[in-house]
């Protein structure tokens, strides 16, 4: 029998709002958290709108002024949605089981600000060629703190110190699957029994000029600059393109027992599929295969499935090839599987997407309610799936699925069970 972990304990911090419940609530009734750009002056993009975080306090989550000093914003929404998703959880690493508790994050493709850039072409390239001899002046701005803040590495060292844990810690970097992956990793440590309680999650900002204008180039965004809050609407026929996001999710995970339970952690899959750098192949292949693994995982059938939280970026490939996918093996099912893409609402969070998603389907399952694909007005076709169209649909949730399919062909999908279902 494997070991049955149970999800205990759930942080966001999102577009939609800085902790669990406003960003739960805002997602049921289809608010948006798209707007124009604030982070930066985007007027000189073909993109000018984002799904920022609004309104956060990193003091209010990081009390040490010496961690803000090293921390990013996006390590700053993984330190307070950590920290909700431990309070909600109502445990916490001690001196007695630091060593049993363990870390896996999903962590951002950033390494190095935009700001760091700029100072270091103006101190070492002022031409725009880059002399070495000016990095040994003693008036060099540049800064050792800032290369820290940048290792893929630091959030994952930060959480670690923050909460003392002390036992199986990594950090996943897979573009768009790297939270879905990093949640599904704490699943199998905790069924290898390397630990007994796991902090999962993701974490991610790349609202800044260098992360707009590399999606931009790539022609991935949306640029329905006019209407902000219309431009994420997966799979609809007039759809251009996602909406870049940042943000955090993290779950707890315990072994199963008789505490309060959002929902079971049942199955992992993951592929490659080798096919495009940008692009999921048309018939679904590498998707198919992890949404079949992780439904082998459970032990369940496509038939058990009643919710998916799909990838759903709002770009033409994806949502094609994950709606082929889903095609394949739902198979008689798919007609009755409700779907929908929460990135509608929020954007898309990258690194964080998955573990934020991962949050949602336990959600989902616990409030008895798929949230809403929202801005959808035009069927297409080539995404004939049964979307959770208009408003948010209340109905019992068996099961859940949630996928995230990155750049460079890595694929992740989750199932998860409600509580009732394994009791029965």
């Known amino acids: 029998m494997k070991r049955k972990v149970a999800i205990t304990g759930i942080g966001l911090v999102t577009p939609l709002g800085n902790d669990r419940e406003t960003t739960w609530d805002h997602l049921v009734q289809g608010r948006s958290g798209i707007a124009p750009t604030t982070h930066f002056d985007a007027s000189g993009f073909s993109t000018t709108i984002s799904a920022e975080v609004k309104g956060f ?17 996006s390590h ?9 998703a431990l ?13 049993r508790w363990g870390l896996s994050v999903g962590s951002g493709m950033m390494s190095v600000s935009y700001d760091d850039l700029a100072e270091f072409q103006t101190a070492a390239a002022p031409e725009g060629h880059l002399d070495t ?6 008036d060099f701005p540049g800064n050792p703190v800032s290369f820290c803040r940048w290792q893929p590495n630091t959030g994952l060292a930060l959480l670690s110190k923050e909460f003392g844990i002390e036992g199986y810690t990594t950090s996943v970097h897979t573009a768009c699957a790297s939270g879905g992956q990093a949640v599904g990793t704490g699943l199998k440590v905790m069924r290898r029994h390397q630990a007994d309680f796991m902090l999962v999650g993701g974490f991610d900002s790349m609202i800044n000029p260098v992360g707009i204008s590399g999606f931009c180039l790539l022609g991935a965004l949306s640029t329905d600059n006019d209407t902000p809050e219309r431009a994420s609407r997966p799979f609809d026929a007039t759809r251009s393109g996602f909406v870049l996001g940042e943000g955090a999710g993290f779950l707890v995970l315990e072994d199963w027992c008789s505490i309060v339970i959002y929902a079971e952690l049942a199955g992992d899959g993951n592929s490659l599929s080798c ?12 998707p198919i295969q992890a949404i079949e693994q992780a439904l082998q995982d459970a032990g369940l059938k496509p038939s058990d499935i009643d919710y998916v939280n799909a990838h759903g970026t709002s770009t033409k ?21 409700r779907v929908s893409s929460t990135k509608s609402c929020m954007g898309h969070l990258i690194a964080a997407a998955g573990a934020v998603e991962a949050a949602v389907c336990a959600l989902a399952i616990d409030r008895g309610i798929a949230p809403v694909n929202a801005n959808h007005e ?17 109905m019992p949730i068996r099961a859940a699925l949630s996928n995230s399919l990155g750049f460079g062909g890595s694929n992740s999908s989750l199932v998860f069970r409600n509580p009732k279902e394994i009791a029965s």
């Open 57 to 73: 306090d990193p003091e209010s989550a990081v009390s040490d002024k010496k961690t803000l000093k090293v921390a990013s914003s």
């Open 76 to 84: 700053t929404y993984a330190l307070a949605a950590a920290k909700e």
């Open 87 to 99: 309070l909600d959880a109502g445990i916490a690493p001690t001196e007695a089981n630091a060593d």
């Open 133 to 138: 001899a000016l990095f040994a002046k003693d």
């Open 275 to 286: 096919y495009r750098i940008t692009d999921s192949p048309p018939d679904g292949n590498g």
């Open 317 to 337: 490939m994806n949502d094609q090839s994950e709606c082929a996918a889903l095609r394949a093996v739902m198979a008689d099912h798919i007609d009755t599987v």
């Open 378 to 394: 035009n069927d297409d076709p080539d995404c004939a799936v049964n979307l959770v169209k208009g408003e948010s649909a209340e």
